[in-house]
């Protein structure tokens, strides 16, 4: 039997409607995102809610990496550019196993390619994309939207030694742009695009109306009408 489609999953689940679904669905053609990234960016479903209805649905154990400290010898087995193409990162390397956090556990593909490179067998977990690209960018280096954050860094003096990223701001430096960077600002613009696509649709159908009630009302003709909109 063929695996359920993510939408179907969450509508089954109660955390998404048929019509967010549809909405997200039209998004994700115009822009080629994921579509789970795509309801995410649309605010239609929480980031938890998302994880957590895949890591029941497809029986793969969910992890918290804002909870973890990964140790740079695990992160050294999975090179940055497919971190950061694939959206995953390995977290733990537990004897001849490697577990790794990843938006699309089922993509067999990039299992197959992380067993053979690091020679070790792959354990995909699921985490959710923001997380995973919060992790990303500790771990690797780069950028991530400050609004992508679960909780806020700790501040100087607190006992624990602030995150290379976080350094960068205490002393007013701006990180390097970087290809995820641009990718954040062009997510952005994509969502401001979106959302002004959808009032000048709304504002076509308000006119159609108005123009249907001219003509049922006798008030002109079909035809007096387009002849003015020439």
């Not at 029941?56 to 695990?74: P, W």
């Not at 001849?96 to 593909?109: E, I, Q, R």
């Not at 923001?130 to 780069?142: C, S, W």
Request: aromatic share 4%; charged share 25%; proline share 7%.
């Amino acid at each position: 039997m063929a695996r359920k489609k993510l939408g179907e999953m969450l509508i089954e689940a109660g955390v998404l409607h048929p019509d967010s679904l549809r909405a997200a669905l039209s998004d994700q053609r115009r822009w080629g995102r994921p579509l789970g990234r795509t309801l995410i960016e649309m605010k239609v479903i929480d980031e938890a809610a998302l994880v957590s209805v895949l890591s029941s649905q497809l029986s793969v154990t969910a992890v918290d990496l804002d909870q973890l400290k990964i140790e740079q010898a695990v992160i050294d087995l999975v090179p940055s550019e497919l971190a950061h193409q694939h959206n995953l990162i390995p977290f733990a390397q537990p004897m001849k196993f490697l577990d790794v956090a990843m938006a699309d556990p089922t993509n067999d593909g990039i299992v197959d390619e992380l067993r053979i490179r690091t020679q070790l067998n792959i354990r995909p977990h699921i985490a959710g994309p923001r997380m995973i690209e919060r992790a990303i960018a500790t771990y690797y280096g780069g950028s991530v939207p400050m609004d992508s954050y679960a909780t806020p860094p700790p501040g100087p003096g607190v006992g624990a030694q602030m995150p290379a990223r976080f350094e960068r701001v205490a002393r007013h430096v701006p990180p390097t742009p970087t290809a995820h960077t641009r990718d954040a600002e062009i997510d952005a613009l994509q969502d401001r695009l979106s959302k002004l696509e959808a009032m000048i649709e709304r504002d076509q159908q308000v006119l159609r109306m108005l123009l249907a009630l001219l003509v049922d009302k006798q008030v002109a003709t079909r035809d007096e009408i387009v002849a003015r909109l020439k």
